[in-house]
């Protein structure tokens, strides 16, 4: 008998909580579920982005071998207005860029290229865009823009090339001192058995020794 009220006792104080905490309790479960429901929209919504954006990106890369420049240029609009948020994007406008570049369209090629700055996910391609952009302006001497490209700090893997950069905005614009630096930082930075360190000790030689 005692077991049996006792029983009761823990049934009604059940009932009494739930019979306070009911509401609260629902809205926790609606929260919850909701928060699946989103995560999982989200994520199958970001899927979708990327599916869509590299059937549009091999279309690109079909029509760069094909060279079929405003296709490729078409093509790489479609994918940064449209999905801009997936890497493919920094690839297309990359892709663009050089697109652009052979035609002799800077100006577009410039645009592309400080799209990718702006707004590519990877910081890989942030550097790259920034290191091809610094060339378009030291061949239009516009000395100064490029050195703030350059100047920025790339992932180590880039370092060479910017340095290497640097020195030659540097020396187009007088600075041989300064330039001298810049190369022998990318001279000591770079691997001696690549070919390219020997490029890099003929512009440091080529300026002489130091004063």
């Not at 059937?55 to 479609?78: G, M, S, W």
């Not at 702006?118 to 060339?135: F, I, P, S, T």
Request: hydrophobic share 45%; proline share 1%.
């Amino acid at each position: 008998m005692a077991y049996d009220l006792e029983e009761q006792e823990q049934l009604e104080a059940i009932k009494a909580w739930w019979k306070q905490y009911a509401n609260m309790v629902a809205l926790v479960v609606i929260a919850c579920a909701l928060t699946v429901t989103a995560f999982y929209g989200w994520r199958y919504y970001h899927q979708q982005q990327a599916l869509e954006a590299g059937t549009l990106y091999q279309q690109l890369e079909h029509a760069r071998r094909a060279n079929e420049t405003k296709k490729v240029r078409d093509i790489a609009a479609q994918i940064t207005d449209k999905y801009g948020s997936t890497p493919y994007a920094g690839m297309a406008a990359l892709a663009a860029a050089r697109a652009s570049f052979t035609a002799g369209d800077l100006a577009a090629a410039k645009t592309q290229l400080q799209w990718v700055i702006d707004h590519a996910q990877e910081v890989e391609m942030r550097d790259v865009a920034r290191l091809r952009l610094a060339g378009i302006l030291l061949d239009e001497k516009n000395y100064a823009e490029a050195l703030k490209l350059v100047e920025a700090r790339p992932v180590e893997s880039f370092s060479v090339l910017y340095a290497d950069m640097k020195g030659d905005i540097l020396v187009a614009q007088g600075k041989v001192a300064e330039a001298r630096a810049a190369y022998q930082q990318a001279l000591d930075k770079s691997d001696a058995k690549n070919p390219y360190h020997q490029i890099l000790q003929l512009k440091l030689d080529a300026l002489g020794e130091a004063k």
